[in-house]
C-alpha cells in the first residue's frame, strides 16, 4: 500500500462514525462591529449574550473602515474587513456595514434587530444538514472527514479568540466618553486550505496569545455557508508550541 493510500486510510478510520451518531453542532453568530460605530454598542451586548448559550457559536469581528472617523478600533484587522466583503458580495449590500449579524454563513440582519436573529438562529438550529466529522489527532493535525462538496469548493478556517468580556472606554469619535462592550472577539483567523468533500488533514499553527479559545470551521468557499464546526482542539497549546 502507498503511503497516499495509508494516510488516506488513517483519515477515514478516524471517522468512520456514521453522522447521525454525532450531535448537532452550534448555530455560528458571526458580529461585525466597531468601536467608531455609534449605534453598535447594544449589538456588542447583544452579542455577548448569544455567546453564553451552549447551542451558539458566537464571535466578534471588529473591522477597520470606521478609523477614519478619529478612533482607532484596538482590535479591528484588516483581514476581518475581508470577511465581512465577501459574505457581501453574496448577499448583496451595496456595502459592508456595521452592526451585522451573519448567522451560519446563509444570511444576514442587522445587529440591532435581536428579535429577527433569534428567528434566524433558530431556524438555522432546526435545518442543519449532517456535517463534516471532524477529530484532533494525536500528531497535533486535523483530521476533516467526507461530505458534500459545496457547488463552489469549501474552505477550512481556524479561528481564534478571546472569550474574557471586556470593556473599551472609547477616547473619541462618535462614542467618545463612551465604554463599549465585547465578548468573544477574534484575534487569530487562518485559511488551513481547501476542502473537496474529501477526508484531508490540516496542520494547525499554533496561538497568536494566551487564554484564547479555537474552533475550526469548514464552509462553503468565498463566505459560503457553514458546513461543519469543531471546537476547542488544541486550545492548550503554548504560543510557539
Not at 458571526?30 to 448559550?53: H, I, P, V
Not at 496569545?209 to 471546537?231: M, P, R, S, Y
Amino acid at each position: 500500500m502507498t503511503r497516499a493510500a495509508l494516510r488516506l486510510f488513517a483519515i477515514c478510520a478516524v471517522l468512520a462514525a456514521p453522522a447521525a451518531a454525532w450531535a448537532k453542532r452550534p448555530v455560528v453568530v458571526e458580529l461585525f462591529t466597531a468601536q467608531g460605530c455609534a449605534s453598535c454598542g447594544k449589538a456588542n451586548a447583544a452579542e455577548a449574550r448569544l455567546a453564553d448559550r451552549p447551542d451558539v457559536l458566537a464571535l466578534t469581528w471588529p473591522v477597520d473602515y470606521w478609523d477614519y472617523l478619529g478612533w482607532k478600533d484596538t482590535f479591528a484587522r484588516p483581514e476581518f474587513t475581508d470577511r465581512q466583503r465577501a459574505y457581501d458580495q453574496r448577499f448583496g449590500p451595496r456595502d459592508v456595514y456595521t452592526p451585522q449579524v451573519v448567522v451560519d454563513g446563509a444570511v444576514q440582519a442587522s445587529g440591532s434587530k435581536t428579535a429577527a436573529i433569534d428567528a434566524l438562529i433558530e431556524a438555522a438550529r432546526h435545518g442543519q444538514a449532517a456535517s463534516p466529522q471532524m477529530q484532533l489527532r494525536e500528531d497535533g493535525r486535523l483530521a476533516v472527514g467526507s461530505g458534500a462538496r459545496p457547488r463552489d469548493g469549501g474552505e477550512v478556517w481556524l479561528i481564534r479568540y478571546d472569550p474574557r468580556e471586556q470593556d473599551v472606554e472609547v477616547k473619541d469619535g462618535d462614542n467618545r466618553g463612551k465604554t463599549v462592550p465585547h465578548k468573544n472577539v477574534v484575534r487569530q483567523l487562518v485559511r488551513l486550505g481547501p476542502w473537496t468533500g474529501r477526508p484531508a488533514l490540516f496542520k494547525l499553527p499554533p496561538p497568536t496569545d494566551d487564554g484564547l479559545d479555537t474552533v475550526v470551521i469548514v464552509q462553503g468557499a468565498k463566505g459560503g455557508k457553514v458546513l461543519g464546526v469543531l471546537q476547542d482542539p488544541g486550545s492548550t497549546a503554548p504560543p510557539g508550541g
